[in-house]
């Protein structure tokens, strides 16, 4: 199996039970904040993208506070749509605080009303309604993130005031770009981060400058690349992330856009690297942590990446993608029975996933190989035709559904599957091929064989072509 989907939003399947008061605040030294995700209150649900990015980057703000502990931002947005007392989601989320608010954008205004409430008590600490030009946007987060620390009655340090006024951007205009980017590439499927990307191109057509959008689109070029999108390559994903380091190297997206160029060259020692830069930069980054799970699997090294992995999935608890690399790490180490666990409540974040984002083909790819385990292979045989079905271009998506096809005997079609998606994989697939046990049952047909000697061929070919835009990815087969 193919470990190629980060980033994922589904309703979290973490269990809602309360934590006894032993263990109700871990961070006993200093007081701790969850900011749940800002309702949208402009009336139009396209707007939900402005209020999520300003929850985001609140969270990003307290985060720079050194003597404060804030919940990440993963595991806050795993409770939106959901209906639950402050209190019960401070107990929840293990914090001392919780901040509350909405957003209302019309135009060129924009009201932000924030309340900061104490998590035992459920009385309130501090609240404010800030109505506001849109051009004065950046300075209101400053504002609202100052004035929740000196309500915790915080000193800043000198560099922590410098941090917080920190903006890789003052436009305003791509800031709004970056930020509807960024909603797409946090959803699932090829189709999104193809949204992404032109968003994050949008954002960077106003400031060139923007290091954030450019590490935005490193990472949704990496994204395209890894599902063999055909107007994806490598020399772009490379280029983009020297950028945005160029630009920003405190940036912890730049430095994971880094690591996923060095991996899809097999620069492996490179690649885990700059995964562990990016890791000391932001320990709450998923995609880092993920990467870094990728980087240790194809090192072999599969119980240093089975806890890369399951960190991913502790950071973000909505994700089905870290914790299905995980179930398969653990299968291959032989914990059959540990694997069997997990397969069921992946098995539910994969069901929520497709109620969500039904165009999905990912979901149903992993899925169909988590059903074969479970003994459901009728059930798994449709969804590995709706994989393929949803998009004929998501090849890393194909990819999973020949080792579905190999696991059940399937010999034939599994090397039809293969024949398709393969050639548009790119040089680190081809090689990953080699050692993947889920092509055991077809390494003696001919057919298979022919394949592996046509792409050997087509490889030594493109690895010759320096600077094209098929670089690393043969020709065909």
Request: with cysteine; proline share 3%; hydrophobic share 40%.
């Amino acid at each position: 199996m193919r470990g190629y989907r980060v980033m994922s939003i589904e309703q979290s399947s973490t269990s809602s039970s309360v934590p006894s008061a032993k263990d109700a605040l871990p961070f006993r030294n200093r007081p701790s904040i969850a900011v749940l995700p800002f309702t949208n209150m402009s009336g139009d649900p396209e707007q939900e993208y402005f209020s999520d990015g300003i929850t985001e980057d609140i969270i990003t703000d307290l985060s720079k506070v050194g003597a404060l502990a804030v919940t990440a931002r993963n595991t806050t947005f795993a409770l939106k749509g959901k209906s639950m007392d402050v209190s019960e989601a401070a107990r929840q989320l293990r914090v001392s605080h919780v901040l509350e608010g909405s957003v209302r954008k019309a135009g060129s205004r924009v009201r932000i009303t924030a309340q900061l409430i104490d998590g035992m008590s459920g009385h309130h600490v501090w609240a404010e309604r800030y109505d506001r030009d849109l051009n004065d946007i950046f300075a209101l987060q400053d504002e609202i993130a100052r004035a929740i620390v000196d309500a915790l009655k915080i000193r800043l340090m000198p560099a922590e005031h410098a941090a917080i006024g920190k903006r890789t951007t003052e436009n305003v205009e791509a800031y709004q770009y970056y930020l509807m980017g960024r909603q797409h590439f946090l959803r699932l499927g090829r189709r999104n981060h193809l949204s992404a990307r032109r968003l994050y191109q949008r954002a960077l057509e106003i400031d060139p400058e923007y290091a954030l959008a450019r590490a935005g689109l490193a990472l949704a070029e990496g994204m395209l690349l890894r599902s063999g999108d055909p107007s994806a390559n490598l020399v772009t994903l490379s280029a983009e992330a020297q950028r945005a380091l160029a630009l920003d190297r405190t940036l912890a997206e730049a430095h994971v856009a880094d690591a996923m160029a060095h991996f899809q060259k097999e620069q492996i020692e490179l690649a885990g690297a700059a995964c562990r830069r990016a890791i000391a930069l932001d320990p709450d980054l998923y995609e880092a942590h993920r990467t870094l799970g990728d980087v240790l699997r194809m090192e072999r090294k599969f119980a240093e990446a089975a806890a890369a992995y399951e960190k991913a999935a502790e950071v973000d608890r909505n994700s089905y993608g870290a914790m299905c690399m995980l179930w398969d790490c653990r299968k291959t180490l032989g914990g059959e029975e540990e694997a069997h666990r997990l397969s069921g409540e992946l098995l539910t974040r994969i069901e929520k996933a497709m109620q969500l984002y039904p165009d999905d083909g990912a979901a149903y790819a992993y899925g169909c190989y988590i059903l074969h385990n479970l003994g459901l292979d009728e059930r798994a045989l449709q969804w590995a035709e709706r994989a393929i079905t949803i998009d004929p271009e998501d090849y890393n998506s194909h990819y999973n559904v020949a080792c579905f096809l190999a696991a059940i005997g399937a010999v034939e079609k599994a090397i039809d599957t293969l024949e398709h998606c393969v050639p548009q994989l790119g040089l680190q697939q081809v090689h990953w091929m080699a050692q993947d046990v889920d092509m055991n049952p077809l390494r003696d047909h001919p057919r298979y064989r022919a394949l592996i000697k046509r792409l050997e061929v087509s490889l030594a070919k493109a690895e010759g072509q320096s600077g094209s835009g098929t670089e690393g990815r043969p020709s065909g087969a």
